[in-house]
C-alpha cells in the first residue's frame, strides 16, 4: 500500500529543504516527525507537517496504522521563483529571486530494506 502527498510552493530553497528531505528518508513516520521537532532548521516545520497529512491520508483512506509506515521516497524539486527588487547605488535596482520548493512524500507499510 502506497500514500502519497504534495507540499507546493514552500517559500523555502530547494537546497534547504533537501537538507532536511535526505534526513528522514527511510526512517518510520511517527519517528521522523519527532525528530524534526528537534531539529533547528527552517525546513522541519513544513516537512513534519507533510508527513502527518500522508499519515492521515493512509489512515483514512486504507485504514493503515500509523506507527508501521515509513518513509519510501521523499523528494523535493524546484518551483520557481518570486522577483523582487532591492536599491543598489547611483538610483539603480537590483533583482532578487525568492526561491519556492515542491515537496513529494510517499509511505508504504513495509520498512525499505538497505541497499548492499
Not at 74 to 89: E, M, Q, V, W
Amino acid at each position: 500500500m502506497k500514500t502519497a502527498a504534495r507540499l507546493k510552493t514552500v517559500r523555502m530553497s530547494v537546497r534547504k529543504v533537501r537538507l532536511v528531505a535526505d534526513m528522514v528518508r527511510g526512517m518510520n513516520a511517527l519517528e521522523a516527525v519527532t525528530r524534526l521537532q528537534f531539529l533547528r532548521r527552517d525546513a522541519a516545520e513544513p516537512i513534519a507537517k507533510l508527513i502527518q497529512s500522508a499519515v492521515a491520508n493512509a489512515e483514512h483512506n486504507h485504514k493503515a496504522e500509523p506507527e508501521k509506515l515509513w518513509i519510501s521516497s521523499i523528494s523535493a524539486d524546484n518551483a520557481g521563483f518570486l522577483k523582487r527588487f532591492r536599491p543598489r547605488a547611483m538610483g539603480r535596482a537590483a533583482e532578487i529571486h525568492k526561491h519556492m520548493a515542491h515537496i513529494n512524500l510517499e509511505l508504504t507499510d513495509e520498512p525499505k530494506t538497505a541497499k548492499k
